[in-house]
């Protein structure tokens, strides 16, 4: 065969190994923009979860599916502000650990670094809002306003596989007993009946009760337990982008709606603490005013009482359910006492901590906050009927 011919022959051959790579690599770019294209959708899609022990106002089910409450409302909040889908997924507690390792979740939320077994797997949000855990007993049970008052091997009424950083220890060494329940509402209701005399809540968990069933049996006392910030936790090994998320939390934050999602479920809550040190024990609703209107100059057992208080809607709060009065008649009596050298108006704090710190540090100090800023260096001298149950 001349070399004229055998390239002729060869033609052919070359065109179709041509025309094959062309098509292979058309073929390789459109599966690598299809996963790229599946990539951003499936970035564009935030999924979470629902634990099934969470409570209102945390979470309100129907059906099975959580479709209103704090912790739904918040992360829906942070989808939409993201242009992003919710996905949300119905886990029991003890499986949500599985899905963060197995890659299944995006984002979780009623979280804190002390109630995971390993923080350092999450980028975290910053504080949220806080949240206070109280031992609350039924109205018969003894008043305990320290722990060591409960007997050892006391039962207390807890949540499956949830950690209380205030109590485990006690929990280990036989002092206190868990009696574990699938969720806190379940815990509250066996308060009620008396199967379990007292109990460990959330104290927003615990109002939201008291608001559905005014007849409850619940005494008028809560022991602080913890204080703890909420956050939300972006695991590391999530497919969104942890700056992407905890950037929305920070807008979020800086908006004004977190406070509003939190509001909207769970209204101010005043309670009068004191530090946990004092030795007053518990005070009347008549000396509370008595001490707040100038009445009343000095605490039961001795010593001039130093008022404080907190500003915005928790202020309006107590003035209305415990002083009876409104702003307008408060300033008038207090500028009363003030140019009669009797006393003077309270001092007001514009954050929960600087009114603990200021609490702790001075003698005879008396002030309300709400509930949910209890810590254990406060204690509470008394609490106010919830409207939803006072006496007609």
């Known amino acids: 065969m001349s070399p004229a011919t055998a390239r002729t022959a060869r033609k052919p051959l070359g065109y179709k190994a041509f025309a094959w790579l062309w098509l292979l690599s058309l073929a390789l770019l459109a599966a690598a923009g299809m996963a790229e294209a599946q990539s951003r959708a499936e970035q564009r899609v935030l999924r979470v979860p629902a634990v099934q022990s969470w409570s209102a106002p945390y979470a309100l089910y129907r059906d099975g599916a959580p479709v209103a409450g704090i912790n739904h409302d918040i992360v829906q909040a942070l989808a939409e502000h993201l242009g992003m889908s919710l996905q949300t997924l119905v886990l029991p507690r003890t499986r949500v650990d599985a899905a963060v390792a197995a890659g299944e979740l995006d984002l979780r939320c009623h979280l804190s670094p002390d109630w995971v077994r390993a923080p350092e797997a999450y980028s975290w949000s910053p504080p949220l809002f806080e949240l206070a855990t109280v031992l609350v007993g039924h109205e018969s049970a003894v008043p305990v306003s320290h722990l060591d008052q409960l007997h050892r091997g006391q039962t207390v009424g807890t949540v499956l596989g949830f950690v209380y950083p205030g109590l485990e ?38 109002a939201w009760h008291l608001r559905q069933d005014p007849g409850h049996q619940f ?170 149950a006072a006496s007609p």
């Open 169 to 206: 220890e006690r929990f280990s060494d036989g002092r206190l007993r868990r009696d574990d329940t699938f969720a806190v509402d379940r815990n509250l209701q066996k308060l009620k009946l008396i199967r379990s005399p007292y109990a460990v809540a959330d104290t927003r968990e615990i």
């Open 219 to 388: 005494a008028a006392w809560r022991l602080p337990i913890t204080r703890t910030d909420y956050r939300c936790a972006v695991p590391r090994n999530g497919r969104i982008e942890a700056s992407l998320l905890l950037a929305g939390f920070e807008r979020l934050l800086a908006s004004g709606q977190i406070e509003r999602i939190v509001r909207n479920y769970s209204p101010p809550q005043p309670v009068l603490v004191m530090a946990a040190n004092s030795a007053v024990q518990q005070l009347s609703r008549q000396q509370i005013s008595a001490l707040f209107l100038g009445e009343m100059l000095e605490l039961p057992g001795g010593g001039r009482a130093v008022l404080g208080s907190l500003g915005g809607a928790l202020r309006q709060e107590f003035f209305s359910q415990v002083l009876e009065k409104d702003a307008a008649q408060l300033k008038a009596i207090w500028s009363r006492m003030t140019f009669s050298g009797r006393g003077r108006a309270p001092r007001e704090f514009s954050t929960a901590a600087a009114l603990r710190a200021w609490l702790v540090s001075t003698p005879n100090a008396l002030a309300f906050l709400d509930s949910s800023s209890l810590d254990p260096t406060l204690k509470v001298v008394y609490m106010p009927t919830p409207p939803s």
